[in-house]
């Protein structure tokens, strides 16, 4: 088990770098990426129960669900702040904790609106009309392209591959939540909840269960040939 960890040593190395914002409203990118950061006293505690699964010298493994925790604490995007803070609190080159953010998808580099909507435009979803529900949720919200936020925060829209839910598309996921079997119509029902402050109710939005066939049992209805070798008693 990792040594208790002082996570109070590990502030952000971006302090000495914060910049101001030419307009208080808006402050600059530059601005935003080093603002101070580190983990509040939750998630100090959750990254030490994460780092102490490592042996101490192979504490870097922990690198991933650490950004992921800084990340959502940092209103969902990896800032370089919260990138160096982890870099010395894994006692990593940043260059290396860089490298991971840089490569997987799921770290945001730019701040995101309230909402983070990811639309699968991947083969099985492309074929079901993925594109449709693309167009729907840019128009629905103001005329925004993919990667685009908007003007009041609360959205923020990209287009990603495939999130593994191939059976119920097309399909989009909002923060965490999948909503599936989409059509134009329900997608708009999706967003306007989430634009009241709603939360609705995430997975299919068509009334099936998760992902059984609609028209019932069509496959494997029959009881298997026997009795076989490694057959049951039941089965026979």
Same mark, same amino acid.
């Given at each position: ?73 940092? =209103? ?5 702040? #919260? ?10 080159? %940043? $260059?290396? /904790? ?52 908007? =003007? ?5 829209? #990209? ?10 598309? %097309? $399909?989009? /996921? ?63």
């Amino acid at each position: 088990m990792a040594d208790k960890l002082d996570l109070s040593t590990c502030s952000s190395v971006a302090d000495s770098q914060t910049t101001e914002s030419e307009s208080p409203s808006a402050p600059s990118m530059s601005a935003l990426s080093h603002i101070p950061f580190e983990f509040n006293a939750e998630n100090a505690k959750r990254a030490e129960e994460i780092i102490s699964r490592y042996p101490p010298q192979y504490k870097k493994a922990a690198v991933i669900p650490l950004l992921d925790i800084g990340q959502r604490q940092n =209103k969902g995007w990896t800032s370089i702040s #919260v990138m160096n803070y982890i870099a010395n609190l894994l006692e990593m080159p %940043p $260059m290396r /904790v860089y490298e991971v953010a840089t490569f997987y998808t799921m770290f945001n580099r730019e701040p995101i609106g309230e909402n983070f909507v990811q639309v699968c435009t991947t083969t099985p979803c492309m074929l079901r009309g993925a594109y449709e529900i693309l167009d729907t949720v840019c128009q629905d919200l103001g005329g925004i392209k993919p990667g685009e936020t908007t =003007k009041d925060g609360k959205f923020t829209v #990209v287009e990603v591959e495939c999130q593994g839910a191939c059976s119920n598309a %097309p $399909m989009l /996921v909002v923060g965490d939540d999948f909503y599936e079997d989409l059509t134009p119509e329900t997608t708009k029902k999706v967003l306007d909840a989430f634009r009241k402050g709603e939360k609705p109710k995430p997975g299919p939005q068509s009334g099936r269960h998760t992902s059984e066939n609609s028209a019932g049992l069509t496959a494997l209805a029959s009881k298997p040939y026997g009795p076989g070798e490694f057959c049951t008693e039941e089965f026979a």
